[in-house]
């Protein structure tokens, strides 16, 4: 596996200084009446309320994925529910800002049965899981989904969740230092238990598996205890494509060791920039190619064949858009209540009694949404409860490839994750018309290969990176420590 | 709901003593690629060792259990190897004795998303996941299945597997005193929760959810704690439709008090009846309606249209059933090493130097197979390796279905699950040939409605029964602690 360029993703043609990136999309989703955009349940356009309830759902938006030649769809999730405004969970409860919330792994077979390409990515924390229980479960969906399967690593902050599980929230960077010993024993399952010939399924001799070949992981570190083989033959990736996110130094260190892919919000190329170029040089300095590791910030276009169609679709949003919902959102995300100010009283980034946080939060705003009448927290609200704290461009597709190009450019992107307004409708304009205008341009040519990594690097890559941490646990040299 | 009379599943004719009872079907199968039938992956017709990487396997068999008016389709699960038989998990490995083995949860929605009527139940251990993370998965299943979801609850046994957990083994009592607060951690969040009139999705108000119609759950138990409001709205069933199995003291309490099916392993009616006798007058002690717990024993027909076909199908099963992998399972399950004694001498139950659990298999096996040339632990070994140690039954479906009526009479079950031998052949075989001799007879008529537990009680009773224990716990009762 070794021999394979994955720098090939950048297209033949391409060469030099200023050559054109191959870029993926992500379906960003999670399985709640409302990720980023709230209130827009109501728009009788969305189908969100039904993803409980309704299998086709996520059938149907897999579908639209997989047209637009989709990289994956990439769910969210968590166990907490948002609870700084106003002091209580109630207004997040009340206007469906992410909860309900349901399980994410559970609807990827029947997505899977209907698709051949699109890759599945879900949320799960490394805080309220046993390693062992996480390994099989995860070995199960790259099995059945035939290596499309990939895993976004959160460490889980919110402490109505630990609440929840009834256990104590750990401190932020000790929570990064738990996980990386998490993904260790995970890599010593998957990687390490079984050798590539261990499944032998041998009619005469009636052996399924050689057991001389499959390694016990005996780890006895400071978080987990593991004595066992896994109890599942290696998958097509072996370890999922590994997703994770989190700006904080503790988060880059970890990112930057363990992901293939980091999740980005940022309200500007220019913004994002040198957190791109930081956590390159991080990935360097773990001895792997800053390249390897791709980054996708969030992005909510809301997409017309016209300028008029566009604009008539975000006002449409707006209507529907919950200013508490997003207060809620808002508040939670940032720990800042802005229930204490007046919903109907403008602040100004410049009032010096305004919290840091706020101010960082309105310039935000003003860029992602310059056409906000007054810095209101109502109005902040509604406008975050248009694609959350990440940019809405609203345009023609032209307008918004324009806009992508700028991100991969200025910002050394390689990717977006793609929010919607209304499901499906928001994706089925990516496919339908963002799609066709980014292959025109010669942005937008998925790769071969039938697993997520391969879809990332190039076909015959299902394994791990040679350079990726995960290798060094690869069964030829792992110690059964 | 508590209008429903469950009893209205025996049929309207059959009236006074000797009334036929409609008999529930559910398949027995694991996500491994060998349940109870061990080497037949190696017959060509077998498609158990596609379970793993082809969804196909789940959809086809699904259909094959809908068409057959299956109740359910039964899945059992284990983080456990078998290590007894030589001291070592190396038999059940090489042999593939409930090894690989994949996660039941992750296949039911692409099942789901092609059939309407079949139901899915699934083993999840109350030792090795958080209550608030089964809680959300669960309810998932529930919604996105439309209600027709089932938990096999147990509790875990084996030191293999908490080793692999790296938790310590916890004894065999204590171990359902903590399952019996974990069930009642889940009915607070199931049945206590949220109201029945909770969920508004008003378009008008934005109301999503009336957060005061939902109640926080507030736990702190021995074994729990607890402090949140469930994270998912009700779901058809709000509890799952509830299966246990064992039958030690400390199981049939725990049974007795929260199962709404119980599963048992018996060799013989007359063997089980005394069996079933005792659980009932137990759930009677417990308040509840003796009859309202179904019983369903493991059943492994071989069925033919002839007898000679029958006979051929058992020839094709020991042709390729594996004596090393049945002596895995058999010592595994039962605590002895066979491989203490010689292969291929013959133990005399009447041996003095036997093990008594050794005596008393022989005499499972005397009954369930009585064609045993010799009782060598080989020959012990290849007829375990057909059905387990349950009865395997060969002949014409009349004949099956004298037997199963039989059961029905002299045990007072009220269903089975039906292992195979080839998969979905064997399934097949039932749908094909003895269900409609069993609806001949008056024994066979699946109830109306969708849910789960609808299928079992009678249409329209999809929440528990009022006099089952998690009705304790229903929000207008419940008091929050």
Do not use: C
Not at 97 to 125: C, E, H, R, Y
Not at 210 to 218: A, G, Q, S, W
Request: avoid cysteine.
């Amino acid at each position: 596996m070794s021999s394979v360029d994955h720098n090939k993703s950048a297209l033949p043609a391409d060469k030099g200084q200023k050559k054109k990136k191959r870029i993926h999309l992500n379906g960003f989703d999670m399985f709640t009446v409302s990720h980023l955009s709230f209130g827009q349940w109501r728009n009788p356009k969305d189908r969100s309320k039904t993803k409980r309830r309704d299998l086709s759902y996520w059938t149907d938006l897999a579908k639209v994925l997989e047209k637009g030649e989709f990289t994956a769809l990439f769910l969210a999730d968590t166990y907490g529910i948002y609870d700084t405004y106003k002091g209580s969970a109630d207004p997040a409860i009340r206007y469906g800002a992410q909860v309900p919330m349901g399980d994410p792994s559970i609807p990827i077979t029947a997505m899977a049965s209907v698709t051949k390409n699109l890759s599945f990515a879900i949320t799960t924390s490394t805080s309220y899981e046993a390693p062992y229980v996480v390994a099989k479960r995860f070995s199960t969906l790259d099995h059945l989904t035939g290596g499309r399967f990939g895993w976004n690593i959160v460490t889980s902050w919110k402490a109505s969740a630990s609440k929840a599980l009834g256990l104590p929230l750990v401190e932020h960077d000790r929570r990064y230092q738990i996980a990386d010993e998490y993904l260790r024993v995970l890599y010593k399952l998957w990687e390490g238990s079984w050798a590539d010939d261990a499944l032998k399924e041998e009619n005469g001799s009636g052996e399924y598996a050689n057991p001389d070949r499959i390694k016990y992981v005996h780890h006895h570190g400071e978080n987990f205890h593991l004595d066992g083989i896994h109890i599942l033959d290696p998958s097509p990736q072996r370890t999922p494509f590994l997703f994770q996110a989190g700006t904080s130094p503790a988060g880059v260190t970890f990112g930057s060791t363990h992901a293939e892919a980091i999740f980005v919000a940022a309200i500007s190329p220019q913004a994002l920039a040198p957190k791109v170029k930081l956590i390159r040089e991080e990935v360097a300095k773990r001895g792997r190619d800053p390249t390897s590791v791709k980054i996708f910030p969030v992005f909510t276009p809301i997409i017309g064949r016209t300028e008029e169609e566009a604009k008539a679709k975000y006002e449409e949003a707006l209507y529907y858009a919950n200013p508490e919902a997003g207060l809620a959102f808002f508040s939670g995300g940032s720990g800042i209540d802005l229930s204490q100010y007046d919903l109907d009283q403008e602040i100004k980034p410049t009032d010096v009694h305004v919290d840091a946080r706020v101010h960082s939060a309105l310039a935000n705003l003003q860029y992602t949404s310059p056409d906000i009448p007054a810095w209101t927290p109502r109005n902040i609200g509604k406008w975050i409860a248009i694609g959350g704290n990440g940019p809405i461009p609203v345009g023609t597709p032209e307008k918004i490839a324009d806009i992508l190009e700028e991100w991969v450019e200025v910002a050394d992107v390689d990717g977006f994750n793609i929010g919607y307004v209304v499901s499906p409708g928001s994706f089925e304009d990516v496919t339908e018309l963002l799609v066709p205008e980014l292959r025109k341009r010669g942005l937008y040519d998925p790769l071969p290969g039938t697993t997520l990594r391969e879809k990332v690097y190039g076909e015959g890559q299902k394994s791990l990176l040679e350079d990726h941490v995960g290798r060094q646990y690869r069964y030829e040299t792992y110690d059964g420590k």
